[in-house]
DNA sequence: AAGTGGACCTGCTAGC
DNA sequence: TGCTAGCAGGTCCACT
């Protein structure tokens, strides 16, 4: 499900609700992607303080440590007062006093661990790889131009890798990449200096809009109050396979890159 | 170092 | 109607 804007959203709908709140008991379902790390019962009676995001990584700050906790493919959080009980796609419930945080993962390719600070542990390894923000006022043409030099992959997997830029997953990748006008297998070094800027400036548009716009729902995604996002109606091109470009009239392609899809206005969009 | 492909897991949908 | 193949918002890891 979630790049970095239904995170965002994720984030914004909970995280002034959740700080201060005493953790009274932790759930856990099926195992998710990694384990927890940490005994749940360490957990309980500790505060939860700042919400934050890194990519599409969220760091929930405790007493002692926190915990890291990213989506995966189909998470979900909700956060509520009157938490039903769990269902078969519920693994992680952190139950406090104000309500529950629940995530709700039918693939189980999220996770929550336990890591004794952001930048220790577990999360840092996590972490530690991950390329700026797309925010970050360092992010510029002339880093992004920098960092693609001598890389030959195809410039929409070296948006996606994340150790460039995080937060671009498959939709936004291949939004941004047709807001710059840039086909999608390109190999990374042979974008110039201009196009760099173009694309890192498109990268920010485009995540900023989807943001403002609640994120994309496919299927699962909600934010942590249920509400489900609205980008998907102003996809330009993901999903959009055989339909007629909105700005020039060509079929939009799908094209398969590193097992994942790839769609592009091949009249719009070119080497 | 950089590139590639497989792995993880479940659910939905299109097509026969 | 029922089965199956293919596809899905991510990213880590092993291997060349």
Redesign the pocket.
């Known amino acids: 499900?979630?790049?970095l804007p239904?995170v965002e959203r994720t984030l914004l709908s909970f995280a002034e609700r959740i700080r201060g709140a005493r953790i009274t008991a932790v759930r856990l379902g099926?195992?998710l992607?990694w384990p927890l790390g940490c005994d749940p019962q360490q957990l309980v009676s500790q505060t939860v303080g700042e919400v934050t995001r890194r990519?599409?990584?969220l760091w929930l700050a405790l007493d002692s440590g926190g915990l890291l906790l990213?989506?995966?493919?189909?998470g979900s959080l909700a956060f509520n007062a009157g938490a039903a009980p769990p269902g078969?796609?519920d693994h992680f419930d952190l139950v406090t006093a104000r309500g529950t945080l629940r995530l709700t993962d039918?693939?189980?390719?999220g996770a929550v661990v336990w890591s004794p600070a952001a930048d220790a542990g577990p999360a840092a390894?996590?972490l530690g790889?991950l390329g700026l923000e797309p925010f970050d006022p360092a992010f510029d043409g002339d880093y992004l131009h920098a960092r693609l030099k001598?890389?030959?992959?195809?410039i929409k997997?070296?948006l996606?890798g994340?150790a460039i830029v995080v937060g671009a997953?498959?939709?936004y990748a291949c939004e941004a990449l047709f807001e710059a006008g840039i086909d999608p297998r390109t190999a990374?070094c042979r974008i110039s200096r201009p196009r760099a800027a173009k694309l890192a400036e498109a990268v920010r548009a485009t995540l900023l809009r989807a943001i403002e716009h609640g994120?994309?729902?496919?299927?699962?995604?909600r934010d942590a109050d249920g509400k489900p996002?609205g980008f998907?109606l102003l996809a330009q091109v993901y999903g959009h396979e055989g339909e007629r470009c909105r700005r020039c009239g060509t079929p939009i392609r799908?094209i398969v890159q590193?097992?994942?899809?790839t769609f592009f206005c091949p009249g719009c969009q070119r080497r």
Request: proline share 8%; hydrophobic share 20%; aromatic share 6%.
């Open positions: 499900m979630p790049e239904e099926k195992p992607r990519g599409k990584y990213h989506l995966g493919m189909s078969p796609h039918p693939r189980r390719f390894r996590l790889g001598g890389r030959k992959v195809a997997q070296a996606l994340g997953g498959n939709i990374s994120g994309s729902t496919l299927r699962n995604y996002g998907q799908r590193g097992q994942r899809s």
